[in-house]
């Protein structure tokens, strides 16, 4: 009988995705992968009997219940969900339009919970399995100019891992928060990182993010995602997995940096803080 575990992993054409699919079936799991393009995601991939592509709108209820019945029925059963799909928004709040921010947030967050919700009565009934949420640095730190509404939509997917944690926990089902830093992907080209229509000159800040994030950052990235996939596995194996994960130094940096700032603001402000209770 095969012990190893199945894995769902969304957004698996390119990027992270996909060097997480190649390694899982390198090393002997059983994949099944979802993409808007059923052919990208099969070229990308290529051919193997373990392999199960699926073509699937993450925002459609009924594509995503489809998508993970085909999961159940081919290989019976799903151990772990990579919710790995998403996109980069860039431009000031000003700029992005309601439409792009919606957008934003529809994909990176709502699709996020349209497999969440459909996953969890196959977890639930197994007693058993582990969701990885990918979220990014960008979910703890958001001084990045040019890209609030994609801080946005990784803060959204924080608070709302925290929460599933706790109320999937008494089911057996393990949860972990991924927080990437800067990996060598495709996640800064032009198909992955959406720019906003309307930008405007007066953010000067903003535009020179934009440039460095193009020009200086793009494939110059600390990040090996192959190293991360490996670490995925390893914690996905693990008896008591973490819930919090950052990936990359630099990642692990921010966050420090970040713990620092809250912890000074806590402690230069503790007086006003207290000064909001009832007094008895």
């Not at 799991?29 to 051919?47: H, P």
């Not at 990359?248 to 803080?273: F, I, P, R, V």
């Amino acid at each position: 009988m095969d012990t190893k575990k199945v894995w769902l992993v969304t957004g698996a054409s390119k990027g992270l995705g996909l060097t997480l699919v190649k390694t899982l079936l390198d090393q002997g799991y059983r994949v099944a992968a979802t993409s808007r393009s059923l052919s990208a995601l099969e070229n990308a991939v290529g051919k193997h009997e373990a392999f199960l592509p699926l073509q699937v709108d993450l925002m459609s209820e009924e594509s995503v219940n489809t998508g993970i019945s085909q999961v159940m029925g081919h290989f019976g059963r799903v151990d772990v969900v990579v919710n790995n799909a998403g996109y980069g928004q860039n431009g000031t709040l000003e700029e992005i339009s309601d439409a792009e921010a919606r957008q934003n947030f529809d994909v990176n967050v709502f699709g996020m919970l349209n497999v969440i919700r459909k996953a969890m009565p196959h977890l639930r009934e197994q007693g058993s399995g582990h969701i990885f949420n990918i979220a990014s640095v960008a979910g703890v730190v958001g001084n990045f100019p040019g890209f609030g509404i994609y801080c946005a939509t990784k803060f959204a997917v924080v608070g709302l891992t925290e929460a599933l944690s706790v109320e999937a926990s008494p089911f057996g089902i393990h949860t972990t928060l991924v927080y990437p830093g800067y990996f060598r992907t495709n996640f800064l080209s032009d198909d992955s990182l959406k720019l906003a229509k309307n930008r405007m000159d007066v953010y000067a800040q903003a535009r020179e993010s934009e440039r460095l994030h193009k020009e200086e950052i793009a494939g110059n990235q600390l990040g090996d995602p192959e190293k991360a996939a490996e670490v995925l596995i390893k914690v996905a194996e693990s008896d008591d997995p973490a819930l919090h994960l950052f990936l990359g130094s630099d990642a692990y940096g921010m966050a420090q940096q970040k713990l620092k700032t809250l912890e000074t603001a806590l402690e230069t402000n503790k007086e006003l803080s207290h000064s909001t209770d009832f007094k008895n």
